[in-house]
């Protein structure tokens, strides 16, 4: 049974992981199955550890990387491009949920790596790409009816 202050090291961790959320976190962690921290530290202890001590690890990077000119470009690209899509951008939670997807990238933008980011860019070009020739298809048939 988790006792108070139990989650207190997974939320400061969460604190220091800019657009990370909870839900994402356990519910990837406990390989789908809750999104309750509580139900994830008392079925799974072991993972729970793992997931700690990749926050850690991911918290420990970023502080070194945080600040590098090319990674910040590369994120306020894929931010822009995600905002054409349509995504509300002043929530990490909708970008993250965006980016999850395993078609689109599989992770959320913080755990991304400078090569993996500019591989996203022009996946997300295409996508955009994608979406503008399909609604000018729309438009042309509306035009014709």
Do not use: C
Not at 119 to 124: C, D, F, M
């Amino acid at each position: 049974m988790a006792t108070k202050g139990t989650h207190d090291k997974f939320f400061y961790l969460l604190s220091q992981m800019p657009g990370a959320t909870k839900e994402a976190l356990v519910w990837q962690y406990s390989s789908m199955l809750t999104t309750s921290l509580r139900k994830f530290y008392e079925k799974k202890p072991e993972e729970y550890k793992l997931m700690i001590a990749d926050m850690e690890i991911k918290m420990a990077a970023s502080r070194k990387t945080y600040t590098d000119p090319e990674k910040k470009r590369l994120r306020s690209s894929i931010l822009l491009r995600l905002q054409k899509h349509g995504v509300d951008t002043t929530h990490w939670k909708n970008v993250n949920i965006f980016l999850l997807q395993p078609r689109i990238a599989g992770k959320m933008l913080f755990e991304m790596s400078v090569p993996e980011m500019k591989a996203l860019i022009p996946k997300l070009e295409s996508i955009l790409k994608k979406d503008s020739a399909a609604r000018d298809s729309e438009i042309k048939m509306s035009e014709r009816n």
